[in-house]
């Protein structure tokens, strides 16, 4: 929920949260090298959520968001595929999320951009495009919270470790999956994720 736009496309109003909302994924969740997705069968509609991704390089605790940029080495660009029925039945009842956000290879991870390259994270485009159409744009300056204050919160209950990744929260236009897309990111225009649907 870090984009206005796509929060009110979950039916919210223009929320704008004090505060990120905060979810974690397992590491059996991470799907990495450009392999395929396969699709559960056993949990109705799942979504594709572009994310830009952050890959934390050194120990934190508290990390004040003054000083985020010397706890990561790395962006890409990541998918958070959300089992958006289950997530609708677990919402109504007033459940945590982690089913439906954590399930295996839930969390695509594209190439890795190098920090030296990224010249401001507030101030970079990505895009994704299924089967060559771009369903989702954004700017990152357009985020409710930047990723300093991002990296701030989650450090401030969770310390963060060497490999850790943050998803940053996606931008409006995330839709169903099917078997047989191609799924194409682009940061900047550079292809940094790209896999199909099985």
Known sequence: MNYARHNKELGETLLKPENPVIFMKPDSSILRNRRPFFLPDHLG???????LVVRISRLGKSIEARFADRYWDAVT?????????????LRSKG????????????AVVGDWVPKENVEDLQDLHFNLDIDGQTVQTA???????????????VSAFCTLKTGDL???????????????????????????LDFHIR
Request: net charge negative.
């Open 139 to 153: 700017h990152t300056a357009d985020m409710i919270h930047p990723v300093a204050k991002v990296i701030e919160y």
């Open 45 to 51: 509609r799942v979504d594709y959520e572009t994310e």
């Open 77 to 89: 660009l990541g998918i958070d595929f959300t089992a958006r029925d289950l997530q609708a039945q």
């Open 166 to 192: 943050i998803f940053t929260g996606t931008p409006v236009g995330v839709g169903p999956v099917s078997i047989g897309q191609h799924l194409q990111g682009f940061l900047e225009g550079k292809n940094v």
């Open 95 to 106: 459940m945590p999320w982690e089913l439906c956000k954590g399930f295996d290879q839930s």
